[in-house]
């Protein structure tokens, strides 16, 4: 049985665990479906296990597979960071750094700001994403470090290091004078799945029994702000980070919403930079939940 471990075959491995699917780790990937399963099968191969539970609903991991999981992410990692090392400066290092829209438009700026006195040399890569798709990306090995919600169903793993930030109130928000008319659902305007303040809305809506309709989504902050400014509806939101021009709506018939916890996660061992960066979003966590009267915005 050979030992060789082919990086090609290894990257396959990580996407289709985080997909959960042939087909969509194919199209991510840029292979043919068919290829992709050759190269777990060739995988599976050389390891000498059956790594993935395969049926015609889902694709599982296995032990096995859980296990050579944790180092893929290690060994792809360390292969993206000898790469990266060899092409950059001696001195300058790069990190993949995911955050949620809402830290993107409000306190992110002053972060970054910080960041660039404390690590001059750092070089970061920003994506801005929902929490859900942060997280998918994290497993996927496409990020280093994120900032996100937590979501509320997580499986610990060895593979990432996760640190509670701080935990916020959701809150119903409307524009000002916005009339909630008692005789008619309520009205939501919400992101599309996958989005944690979207599933906590619906999910205790449903529970308290209250009539609800959905008036408008979008995949953009500035489209649901543009909903919610034009009177078509109300939308869940983190307390601290209220879009621009929004005010949070106190009304009766309105459940109170749970709390979400915000959490910085990197892979597991962390790169020196990304560490870094999550050293520092843990120090100056307290300047990321201050509430600013104006110029706002948030997603998730």
Do not use: K
């Amino acid at each position: 049985m050979s030992t060789e471990l082919s990086q090609r075959h290894l990257r396959t491995f990580i996407a289709v665990s985080s997909e959960e699917s042939f087909t969509r780790a194919a199209r991510r990937l840029g292979v043919s479906q068919s290829a992709a399963s050759s190269q777990i099968r060739q995988l599976e191969a050389t390891v000498g296990r059956t790594l993935l539970s395969r049926d015609t609903h889902s694709v599982e991991l296995t032990p096995a597979g859980e296990r050579l999981l944790s180092y893929a992410q290690q060994i792809t990692a360390m292969m993206d960071e000898a790469i990266l090392s060899a092409r950059d400066l001696p001195h300058r290092e790069r990190v993949r750094f995911g955050v949620s829209e809402d830290f993107a438009f409000t306190h992110l700026p002053d972060f970054l700001e910080q960041l660039r006195r404390e690590l001059p040399h750092l070089e970061v890569v920003l994506s801005v994403e929902l929490s859900a798709t942060l997280h998918r990306q994290l497993r996927a090995g496409e990020l280093d470090i994120i900032l996100a919600m937590r979501p509320r169903a997580r499986v610990d793993s060895v593979s990432f290091a996760s640190h509670e930030l701080f935990t916020e109130a959701l809150v119903w928000v409307a524009r000002p004078g916005f009339d909630l008319d008692v005789e008619e659902h309520i009205p939501l305007v919400l992101y599309p799945r996958p989005s944690v303040t979207r599933e906590a809305a619906l999910d205790l809506l449903e529970r308290e029994g209250s009539a609800h309709s959905t008036a408008a989504t979008s995949t953009s902050l500035a489209g649901l702000r543009a909903a919610v400014l034009g009177g078509l509806g109300i939308m869940p939101f983190a307390r601290s980070l209220l879009p621009e021009g929004t005010v949070i709506i106190d009304e009766p018939r309105l459940p109170t919403l749970p709390e979400v916890t915000f959490a910085v996660v990197t892979r597991n061992p962390a790169t020196r930079a990304a560490a870094a960066v999550a050293s520092a979003l843990q120090r100056h966590s307290p300047d990321l939940r201050t509430r600013r009267p104006a110029g706002a915005a948030g997603r998730d």
